[in-house]
């Protein structure tokens, strides 16, 4: 994805999966960015790899076997991009270090008019 693309694009929602297991707090594993024109998913892929695609948020499910559930909900206020809402998206900055050469994205810094929200992949983990 060309994310010089979504430059000066206003962010209008955050929406987050979050696995909830138990009594545990729920922990996000995927966020969408819905921008003016397009939505953008933020996940750490299976192979621990850090993806920004265009893509639709998913359904909730229940993972029985497991006594777990993966809830797709508006984003909590502790989410870092949610206190942009309603701002433009000045630039995406990708971080690289990952990978046999280094040149891996390993997260990204969204800078908007106010200040910037970090998202990374870390042991397999979105932060």
């Known amino acids: 994805m060309d994310l010089a693309s ?3 694009k206003r962010l209008i929602e955050v929406v987050v ?6 009594t545990n707090v729920p922990e996000v594993i ?3 960015l819905r921008l003016e ?3 953008i998913g933020v996940e750490v892929a299976a192979d621990w790899s850090f993806q920004i695609e265009p893509g639709e948020p998913r359904q909730s499910y229940v993972m029985e076997e497991l006594g777990s559930r993966v809830d797709v909900v ?7 991009f949610v206190r942009h809402i309603g ?3 000045i630039r995406v900055v ?9 040149t891996e994205r390993v997260g990204a810094e969204f800078v908007f008019d106010s200040g910037t929200a970090a ?4 042991g397999g983990d979105l932060l």
């Open 30 to 32: 995927e966020v969408w």
């Open 87 to 89: 701002e433009r998206l």
């Open 6 to 8: 979504l430059a000066t």
């Open 119 to 122: 998202a990374e992949s870390w």
């Open 17 to 22: 999966a979050q696995f909830v297991h138990g």
């Open 74 to 80: 508006s984003a909590p206020d502790d989410v870092p």
């Open 94 to 102: 990708e971080r690289c270090g990952g990978g046999v050469d280094g």
């Open 37 to 39: 024109s397009v939505i």
